[in-house]
């Protein structure tokens, strides 16, 4: 699977939104973009996933460049509870194993 | 709750001794797999089971760690002679059977080893 890129922390006002990049430079034209999260001391949560077409759910919305090369997750109305640590990953879709590797990850934190 | 479970939640143990960890999947999810995650770094895979068949293991799954999933249903990880570099988060997640699916994480065995 492709390596990702993410800076290591990042701060956001509440209720501004939060824009969280990350790098992938060598993906491939059959790997998917993953964001997980994880809030301390519990597992990983997931929070949405695309291969070319920008996604939106209503946690969060996905934003691919045209290349590929990079994308950003965008929380809308960042609240408290969104302080965590946000994982970028690129991986194949396909009928074998599918672990995830996690890299260092972005820490978000969202200040009053 | 229809999610992933994890019993313990934490664990402290003295070092040598053995300890056993138990995942219950989310109903139906036939894939399951371990990761463990230390101090300030992202988890990292352990292994993976396809219904009661163990597919895969990553290296840092040393002879002192084993998994089973008898029935294909609940899983258990296994550390006999526990050593203080197994102290961890140790994480469990499923997901159904088609390749686009995502994994669902459970919240973690904290195990502590003394």
């Known amino acids: 699977d492709a390596k990702t890129t993410q800076p290591p922390s990042m701060d956001c006002a509440e209720g501004r939104a939060a824009n969280l990049p990350c790098n992938h430079s060598?993906?491939?034209?059959?790997?998917?973009v993953y964001w997980y999260r994880q809030i301390h001391s519990q597992g990983p949560q997931y929070i949405i996933h695309g291969l070319k077409n920008n996604e939106t759910n209503e946690m969060a919305s996905l934003i691919i460049t045209e290349d590929r090369k990079s994308s950003t997750l965008i929380l809308p109305h960042a609240t408290l509870r969104d302080t965590a640590v946000y994982y970028c990953?690129?991986?194949?879709?396909?009928?074998?194993?599918?672990?995830?590797?996690f890299g260092g990850g972005t820490r978000l934190m969202v200040k009053p | 709750d229809t999610g992933v479970s994890q019993d313990p939640r934490h664990k402290i143990t003295k070092r040598g001794q053995n300890v056993t960890f138990r995942c219950d999947p989310i109903?139906?999810?036939?894939?399951l797999y371990w990761y463990r995650q230390t101090l300030g770094q992202g988890p990292e895979f352990l292994t993976y089971?396809?219904?009661?068949?163990?597919?895969?293991k990553s290296r840092l799954l040393s002879d002192r760690f084993s998994a089973e999933r008898p029935k294909g249903s609940f899983s258990t990880l296994e550390i006999q002679r526990t050593e203080q570099g197994d102290s961890a988060m140790y994480l469990c997640?499923?997901?159904?059977?088609?390749?686009?699916?995502?994994?669902?994480f459970g919240p973690g065995t904290r195990l502590t080893v003394l």
């Open positions: 089971f396809q219904n009661e068949a163990q597919l895969e």
């Open positions: 109903s139906e999810h036939n894939r």
């Open positions: 997640a499923s997901r159904p059977g088609t390749s686009a699916d995502t994994q669902y």
């Open positions: 990953i690129v991986r194949v879709v396909d009928n074998a194993g599918n672990m995830l590797t």
């Open positions: 060598t993906i491939s034209g059959n790997e998917y």
